[in-house]
């Protein structure tokens, strides 16, 4: 039973410190708050996600770590990226400019971004790249969530083990000992 008490030990100190990021290489301050964590991009990118796209020029978007917030690329400078679904807009940090957001175009052209844009742009709005197309699931596996699995069957078997180990002891029948009385043998 201590052997299992000992093994339950060191299992939970491994996932203990499975869950922890000894050497993480993050980036708090990423241009619209991404986060490479959450998986909003991947390091392999060579095109900003989605959701920023519109806060950059044309090849200006570093994916590792990622592009700053206080950044030139990020918005040029002249602002602060805001992340949405149409893809990202940027605020200026002028508050006596007279426009409040501007987008960078495919071109890397800045372009000011009014309330009539975004209204065009959600009802315009096609998740294309974002989702799949309808019928069609894209299967995802977590490696996190698979080994915690794989560490709940492990549990599950240790601890039948030692149910068995346990009830297995307690039923065994000493065959050296004679009966007390006749009626023992029927």
């Known amino acids: 039973m201590r052997l299992y008490l000992l093994l ?17 290489i993050t980036n708090k301050n990423c241009c619209g ?6 998986g909003d991009y991947k390091e ?13 020029k044309p090849y200006r978007w570093n994916s590792m770590p990622c592009t700053s917030r206080d950044s030139v690329d990020c918005c040029g400078g002249e602002g602060s990226c805001r992340p949405t679904k149409f893809g990202g807009k940027c605020q200026s940090n002028d508050i006596n400019d007279p426009v409040k957001f ?3 175009d495919e071109n890397g052209v800045k372009k000011p971004y009014t309330r009539d844009d975004e209204l065009y742009d959600r009802r315009n709005y096609k998740a294309d790249d974002e989702e799949q197309s309808e019928g069609e699931e894209e299967e995802t596996t977590d490696s996190e969530d698979i080994f ?3 560490v709940l069957i492990i549990v599950l078997l240790l601890g039948g083990a030692a149910v068995y180990n346990y009830y297995s002891k307690k039923k065994s029948v000493n065959v050296n000992l004679k009966p007390s009385n006749e009626f023992e043998y029927l």
């Open 8 to 24: 339950l030990i060191i299992l939970c100190m491994f996932i203990y410190s499975k869950n922890k990021l000894i050497e993480p």
């Open 33 to 38: 708050g991404m986060s490479l964590e959450r």
């Open 44 to 56: 392999t990118f060579t095109e900003p996600p989605k959701k920023w796209r519109r806060c950059f």
């Open 102 to 104: 501007f987008i960078y």
């Open 148 to 150: 915690y699995i794989i």
